[in-house]
């Protein structure tokens, strides 16, 4: 089956800085990929959707300087969250879905971002 | 946009019991309709998934139906065993799931061994 990966799976900064996540598939080529975040007992909310070599759509109440999203090959997305603040603390899952045909979407393990 | 409603929020079962939950949906452009299981601290698995033009789909000890008239689509768990416990997904998609899939608020299920 479709394997994603995420990397790192945990990571701890401190307030200011800049954090970047990947999200690889790793046996398909992914023409659309997804970020969501996901609080505490909470649901998976749709943070962006990138499709490879355009800029990315963003959801109402995301920012797009704060969450930027690159997708430059069809099998790797990434997404720096920029000057990180407590409040960006979150579970970030990213997905990958292959071309019409197929409707599965293909969750990465998730990253555990801790802003301190 | 769409929005997913889904109920209950907890649901404890004894072991063997059937589980329950319900999902309703406001886009009546959706076309997909998958349910994830997610274990703590895990990434979304899909467990099962039904097309509009189908009323109902079943795997083993879990099913899905679906009515498109009334906008709600529900997750049938026979025989429920404590692997079942987990947090359980509904969501919906006009394009199919290869799309933008919107997401139910997630229902926690415990199998009382």
């Known amino acids: 089956g479709a394997v994603v990966s995420q990397h790192p799976s945990r990571v701890i900064c401190k307030s200011g800085t800049s954090v970047k996540i990947e999200c690889r598939s790793l046996?398909?080529?992914?023409?659309?990929m997804f970020w969501y975040r996901q609080f505490p007992k909470k649901s998976l909310m749709l943070m962006a959707t990138?499709?490879?070599?355009?800029?990315?759509?963003?959801e109402q109440g995301v920012e797009k300087d704060k969450f930027l999203i690159n997708h430059a090959s069809l099998t790797l997305s990434t997404l720096t969250v920029t000057s990180a603040h407590p409040e960006d603390s979150s579970f970030y899952i990213c997905?990958?879905?292959?071309?019409?045909?197929?409707?599965?979407?293909?969750f990465g393990p998730g990253t555990r971002l801790t802003v301190l | 946009g769409e929005n997913v409603e889904q109920h209950p929020s907890t649901l404890s079962v004894q072991e063997g019991d059937s589980a329950v939950i319900k999902c309703t949906y406001s886009?009546?452009?959706?076309?997909?309709f998958p349910w994830y299981k997610q274990e703590l601290g895990k990434r979304p698995q899909l467990i099962i998934d039904?097309?509009?033009?189908?009323g109902e789909k079943k795997d083993q000890r879990i099913a899905v139906t679906l009515n498109k008239t009334a906008k709600h689509f529900s997750l049938h768990i026979t025989e429920t065993q404590p692997e079942d416990s987990a947090v359980y997904f509904c969501?919906?998609?006009?394009?199919?799931?290869?799309?933008?899939?919107?997401f139910g608020t997630g229902t926690k299920l415990q199998v009382i061994p």
């Open positions: 990138s499709n490879e070599g355009s800029k990315a759509t963003y």
């Open positions: 969501a919906a998609s006009r394009d199919g799931g290869y799309q933008k899939v919107t």
């Open positions: 886009d009546s452009a959706s076309n997909y």
């Open positions: 039904i097309r509009s033009n189908v």
């Open positions: 046996d398909f080529q992914a023409t659309t």
């Open positions: 997905s990958a879905s292959v071309p019409q045909g197929r409707d599965t979407q293909y």
